[in-house]
């Protein structure tokens, strides 16, 4: 599955009305961490049919970085209808990224 580019207008439709979990990057091109993030999460939406996979720009979208209240990126949010129940700050190896969908 590939990644979706998550932006405020098509927020609701890719996340909160998915009827997989959908796990959400939020970073920002300049951030070195979220660089070492990306092609992890890049690797997880090619491995785990079953979930999505979003990233938002924190730039080019800071209402919803606001709305979910990300201070520090990367900021990696699990949703599950439509609510989000997990969440991680900072670069992270795969293998946490993974528990944090389980």
């Known amino acids: 599955m590939s990644v979706q580019t ?3 207008e098509n927020f ?26 990306s092609p992890i999460v890049d690797e ?3 491995e785990r049919p079953d979930i999505a996979v979003g990233k938002v720009n924190v730039d080019e979208q800071p209402e919803l970085a606001a709305q979910f209240g990300v201070m520090s990126i990367p900021t990696l949010l699990v949703f599950k209808g ?16 993974l528990s944090l969908l389980d």
């Open 44 to 46: 997880i939406a090619g």
């Open 82 to 97: 439509g609510q989000a129940v997990n969440k991680a700050v900072g670069a992270r190896p795969k293998e946490e990224l």
């Open 12 to 37: 609701e439709a890719e996340v909160l009305q998915s009827d997989k979990s959908v796990l959400v990057d939020f970073w920002a091109p300049w951030c070195g961490p979220c660089r070492m993030v």
């Open 6 to 8: 998550i932006t405020k």
